[in-house]
């Protein structure tokens, strides 16, 4: 297939343009390189350096009719969303709009689009179910929710089809500040310099940490499968900070101490998301063991460091 990535030189994007491209398909990848790198950029991908609210941009990508369009490129940072809505909103809402209308002008057939579990907000009936109700809890939630309910109307208006996948907490390798993952990227990147770990409160708080390789493998089924639909992608597994240190140090094979500090306001004590939808609708199942996960991460980040 003929395939866009937006986002495609960040972190999950650049690992979906790999899997896409060692699938035989054709990628061309558009980003503006505010948050991603042209080092993660694969050889054999085209590459536009454009913002996907450029209009110039968006009238080639209408010309070069893409079958799929990937859509990863966002503004990701739930506390910048809050302090700057304006901004979230022109990049992850008139950002999308520019996109699907080129879809529309191009006869893009799907559109595969990287939500998340912030659509949620805090919610305590875990693990969440796709039909629970959208509460977000900040700017880049409520985006991220419009950016779906724009995706439905556009498929019932103009046959537009989409699947949307909401991420849980997503790490590997090549993940940045910037990302929304966050913490096992701070972690990895502590430890390479032999740094203490600081956990927030008492890390009894937990996550459903989701490896990259399961997301582009969720991405991948989406492709044929989960047409018009909303799935998780998640572990459906919760693991508190405490662990996830612990589990990081040993790994690392570092003596490095892992202190507590004030827990910060606003962070949610628990998430977990079910995945019982996506396994049912893209026949995906999370394949990656999270200590082998844990080390190719850690390890991508002490090479990085040298
Ligand atoms: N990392 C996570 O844990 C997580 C969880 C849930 C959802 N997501 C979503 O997955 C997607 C990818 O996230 P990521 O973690 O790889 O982030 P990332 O910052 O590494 O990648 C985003 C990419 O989009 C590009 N970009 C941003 N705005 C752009 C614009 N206006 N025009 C063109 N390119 C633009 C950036 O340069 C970057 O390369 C995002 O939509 C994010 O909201 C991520």
Request: charged fraction near 20%; proline fraction near 3%.
């Amino acid at each position: 297939m003929n395939i866009l990535v937006t986002g495609g030189a960040g972190f999950i994007g650049s690992h979906l343009a790999d899997a896409l491209l060692a699938e035989g398909h054709a990628v061309t990848i558009i980003d503006n390189l505010s948050s991603g790198t042209t080092e993660f950029l694969p050889e054999n991908a085209e590459f536009i350096e454009a913002d996907i609210r450029s209009r110039d941009a968006l009238r080639f990508l209408a010309d070069r009719r893409f079958d799929v369009i990937y859509h990863e490129a966002a503004q990701t940072m739930v506390p910048a969303s809050i302090n700057d809505p304006y901004h979230d909103a022109d990049e992850n809402i008139m950002g999308l709009l520019s996109l699907l209308e080129a879809a529309r002008a191009g006869g893009v057939k799907k559109i595969i689009f990287s939500s998340s579990a912030a659509v949620y907000g805090d919610s305590e009936a875990l693990p969440l179910t796709e039909d629970a109700e959208p509460r977000p809890a900040s700017f880049y939630g409520l985006t991220k929710w419009m950016t779906e309910r724009y995706l439905d109307l556009y498929r019932r208006l103009y046959g537009l089809d989409y699947t949307v996948l909401r991420y849980s907490n997503v790490y590997g390798p090549r993940q940045g500040a910037h990302g929304e993952g966050g913490v096992i990227y701070i972690f990895a990147k502590l430890l390479a310099e032999g740094a203490p770990l600081t956990i927030f409160g008492d890390g009894g708080q937990t996550r459903d940490f989701i490896n990259v390789h399961d997301v582009v493998s969720a991405n991948l089924a989406a492709l044929t499968c989960g047409s018009g639909e909303i799935c998780n992608v998640s572990t459906e597994t919760e693991l508190s900070l405490n662990t996830l240190a612990e589990t990081m140090v040993r790994l690392s094979g570092k003596s490095v101490p892992v202190r507590h500090s004030e827990a910060r306001a606003g962070d949610i004590y628990r998430s977990c998301l079910s995945h019982q939808k996506a396994r049912r609708l893209l026949g995906w199942t999370p394949a990656c063991d999270l200590s082998d996960g844990l080390a190719e991460t850690i390890s991508f980040f002490e090479k990085k460091k040298q």
